[in-house]
């Protein structure tokens, strides 16, 4: 469990230093994710983003999992 919680912590770290260099790549702002942008009221569902992310994380866990 204590290895399993670092690994996520560092993954955590490493996103956030990337998020620049993601932003770029257009993650986030792909056809499928929600935005309504209303007078005083934003909402923002990446669901394209998250299944991209999800699939992309499964691989990974696979290819490195035990």
């Known amino acids: 469990m204590q290895k399993t919680m670092i690994i996520i ?15 770029k790549l257009g993650l986030g702002r792909l056809p499928g994710d929600i935005a ?5 009221f934003s909402f923002y569902f990446p669901i394209t983003t998250m299944i991209i ?14």
């Open 9 to 23: 912590g560092v993954t955590i770290i490493v996103i956030g230093l990337l998020w620049p260099f993601i932003m």
């Open 36 to 40: 309504i942008k209303r007078e005083g």
């Open 53 to 66: 992310v999800s699939i992309i994380a499964t691989i990974l866990f696979r290819l490195f999992g035990k």
